[in-house]
């Protein structure tokens, strides 16, 4: 394990975790003020990365295609909010699961109907596939630097919006008493559609930035959707402070231990099945952090006052 | 007291579903055996194991109130039982199930007293952690095929050769028959009643005296294991085990069965289940008769049906027929 390898893989695990963090701001919202269980939120990421993909290919201009997509994602979750989640916020739980289940069911098969079972390729604009610099003798893919600042731009956005703004000091009091703030005279029901379609513009963005580096195909959002809720609920249903510090640690323990544990493993295992184990048990450490976290302290690291 | 009687002859009527289920399933291989159609065997044992697992996981969801999105594990580490005892070479299905039945128990307690500590959109979590531990460390056992997963022979249960045709159905029938009874009894003794009487308010359980803890991790442990018995057969069936048979979708699966048929009743989930299989094998070829370019891509239907069950049909099948019955009565 040389020095070199260690800090590349921080800086993916950060990627990782600042893109996780952008589908997980969204989500927390959804989940802290409206107490809404909504697994359809990868397919949000999806439609992203689908719109993006299309469009990118339809304008020949890789720019263009992000420009296009983000009001695309917008109107997807506005409509979604208008068309089936309203009728759904005063079911139980188990109820919602079931129906935003049956969400990803139909955006998948949707998916597949339209572009086809395979994998789109996005390609990158040479513009964007070089390489920096971020130690002498250390290069870095460009786009994934800039994947790393947009992210980081899109949470100080997110925090201002949530924290310094009249909207967001809303959202905060529909997120601790939605019933009292509601008194107040704010509009809950324009919120909750605003909070969805905000929601699902970030999911969208994180779903785009995705698409050069892994591939865009139908399904490629459920396993994003476990691992934001698992985010959300480390941090604490609610609170976007504590869905950052949670998607970073979340990134990180991921990108880490499938580099690191295979190595490990590999001083007391024959190589093959060390290699074999190691991605596997590194997905399983985020879940092991998850409950270790949840039976010490069972509201998450950072619930929000209330 | 016309509502206490309508209770009563709710409750009777959920027997009697229950019995016609039953007698239905043991007089099915008749039909199939008459009209030759020796697959739809397979799909009735399919039908019977799912059934078997939603009922087991009804007693948390429907009768307790914990919503658990994570009952496919304990399915599939009774699957795995099967399979890890076929691969030390113990072949012995009573073996099996016992296996299956001590770990599920175990398994059962630790995640169970772990994810009680958590309640509302935290247990469902958390129960999904745990679920998604256990299927990535599945897929981690090279040992054990890892993401292949390995293929197992029957079972052998002294005398009955599985391989016999309508052997493992029967066999599958009367563990459904045995869960059935079980369920039955539980749901109606004091334990039920206090499941119940917890799920609709916890705090003034725990006023009376009682610790509501005690009885939910019961509950889910009963659960646990009936999930485990489920999954050890539905192992010997398939004769194939791998970490598919526990994915976060299975749980879903268990609970649509649920929902489907009736939440929080006897025979709901195995209508449920009969209902859900049916709509598997055949809305592909209904799609397949409208539009033959899209067979393959059901579920464009299915999840739009799902949604609509979840906003309209409250109380699933089991609740529409009861309703179709008082009218019936009533006039």
């Known amino acids: ?306 | 007291m016309t509502r206490f009687f309508s209770l009563i002859g709710r409750g009777l009527l959920q027997h009697r579903a229950m019995m016609y289920l039953l007698v239905g399933f043991a007089l099915f291989p008749l039909y199939t055996g008459f009209a030759d159609l020796p697959f739809w065997n397979d799909v009735a044992i399919r039908i019977m194991l799912l059934g078997m697992a939603s009922m087991g996981l009804n007693l948390v969801l429907g009768y307790s109130g914990m919503v658990s999105f994570g009952h496919a594990a304990f399915f599939g580490i009774g699957a795995y039982c099967v399979g890890i005892s076929s691969y030390y070479d113990i072949f012995n299905g009573w073996i099996h199930i016992g296996f299956s039945l001590v770990t599920c128990g175990l398994m059962g307690v630790i995640i169970g007293l772990l994810s009680l500590r958590t309640s509302g959109i935290y247990f469902i979590m958390i129960t999904l952690a745990f679920a998604q531990m256990l299927f990535f460390g599945f897929v981690s056992l090279e040992t054990f095929g890892g993401d292949d997963g390995m293929s197992i022979d029957r079972a052998e249960f002294g005398l009955i050769d599985l391989y016999e045709p309508l052997r493992l159905y029967f066999l599958v029938w009367a563990a459904l028959v045995i869960v059935s009874l079980l369920l039955m009894f539980i749901v109606h003794s004091r334990f039920g009643v206090t499941l119940r009487a917890i799920k609709s308010n916890e705090s003034r359980v725990e006023a009376m005296g009682l610790t509501p803890l005690k009885f939910k991790i019961t509950a889910y442990v009963i659960s646990a294991m009936i999930c485990g018995l489920a999954g050890t057969l539905f192992a010997s069936w398939q004769e194939y085990v791998s970490p598919d048979i526990m994915h976060w979708t299975r749980s879903g699966e268990l609970m649509i069965i649920i929902i489907l048929g009736g939440l929080g009743t006897l025979a709901g989930p195995l209508l449920g289940a009969i209902a859900f299989l049916l709509l598997e094998e055949f809305l592909p070829e209904l799609i397949q008769a409208i539009a033959p370019d899209y067979a393959e891509n059901w579920m464009i239907v299915f999840g739009p049906i799902l949604i609509a069950i979840v906003m309209f049909g409250r109380g699933g099948l089991l609740g529409l027929l009861i309703k179709l019955f008082q009218r019936k009565g009533a006039s």
Do not use: W
């Open chain 1, 1 to 306: 394990m040389t020095f070199t390898l260690f800090l590349e893989q921080a800086f993916n695990g950060f990627q990782a975790g600042i893109t996780l963090f952008l589908i997980a701001a969204g989500l927390t919202l959804i989940l802290g003020i409206m107490d809404f269980v909504f697994l359809a939120h990868g397919s949000q990421v999806m439609i992203g990365a689908y719109a993006a993909a299309s469009l990118t290919a339809l304008t020949q201009n890789f720019y263009l295609g992000i420009i296009f997509a983000i009001p695309i994602t917008f109107f997807a979750g506005y409509a979604l909010e208008y068309l089936i989640i309203r009728h759904l916020y005063k079911r139980d739980h188990m109820e919602q699961v079931l129906a935003t289940f049956g969400l990803i069911l139909f955006f998948n098969e949707a998916i597949r109907v339209g572009f086809g079972p395979a994998a789109l390729h996005s390609n990158l604009p040479a513009s964007l596939s070089g390489f920096v610099y971020i130690l002498p003798e250390i290069p870095y893919p460009e786009f994934r630097l800039l994947v790393i600042l947009i992210g980081f731009a899109c949470a100080v956005g997110i925090h201002v919006l949530v924290s310094r703004t009249r909207l967001g000091a809303t959202v905060r009091a529909g997120a601790s008493n939605a019933a009292m703030t509601a008194a107040l005279g704010v509009n809950i029901t324009r919120l909750r559609r605003l909070v969805f379609a905000i929601g699902a513009c970030f999911a969208g963005v994180a779903g785009m930035m995705l698409g050069p580096l892994t591939s865009v195909e139908p399904g490629m959002g459920e396993p994003l959707l476990i691992l934001s809720l698992v985010v959300i609920i480390i941090g604490g249903i609610g609170s976007v402070r504590g869905a950052f510090i949670a998607a970073i640690i979340v990134g990180m323990v991921d990108t880490m231990g499938r580099v690191m544990l295979p190595v490990i493993l590999r001083s007391f295992m024959e190589q093959a099945s060390a290699d074999g184990a190691g991605p596997a048990l590194a997905s399983m450490m985020v879940y092991i952090l998850m409950a270790v976290v949840l039976v010490f302290k069972p509201t998450g690291l950072f619930p929000p006052n209330r």
